[in-house]
């Protein structure tokens, strides 16, 4: 069994699976998710859990060199968007950000090797994060 750290099974597999420049996306409720993407699925009902505490589990054991935004969050959602700037800020690295429309952050999310689906239901609450070299 393991000790510490994020014990939902898919989620350490495919953290364990990445590597450099690979992706993994992190979204609301309401994110559709291709046919051709993993969706691990943490719903359990509106709300819960939330975006950010899977998202700061995820980056407690993912290094992340850049993360992918809506630009809609913006306008949208100024508080997630204030907490995830406040946790990449937090990082132990240096941390790109990039904004594009919600279009493509979800026509990317085709790319992702995972979309971890949380129970988050505010608007554009979802990122993509990418793999760092650990070297």
Request: proline share 4%; with cysteine; glycine share 4%.
């Amino acid at each position: 069994m393991k000790k510490n750290g994020i014990i939902n099974a898919d989620i350490s597999r495919v953290l364990s699976y990445m590597g450099h420049t690979d992706t993994l996306a992190v979204g609301d409720c309401g994110l559709p998710i291709p046919d051709e993407t993993e969706r691990i699925d943490l719903s359990l009902k509106l709300g819960v859990p939330s975006f950010m505490e899977a998202l700061s589990e995820v980056s407690r054991e993912m290094k992340i060199e850049k993360i992918v935004l809506a630009e809609e969050i913006r306008e949208n959602n100024p508080h997630i968007l204030e907490e995830i700037l406040k946790l990449v800020n937090e990082m132990d690295t240096e941390c790109a950000v990039e904004y594009i429309s919600h279009a493509e952050l979800k026509e990317r999310t085709k790319t992702c090797k995972a979309v971890i689906r949380t129970g988050e239901a505010t608007p554009y609450a979802n990122i993509i994060l990418q793999s760092a070299c650990l070297f």
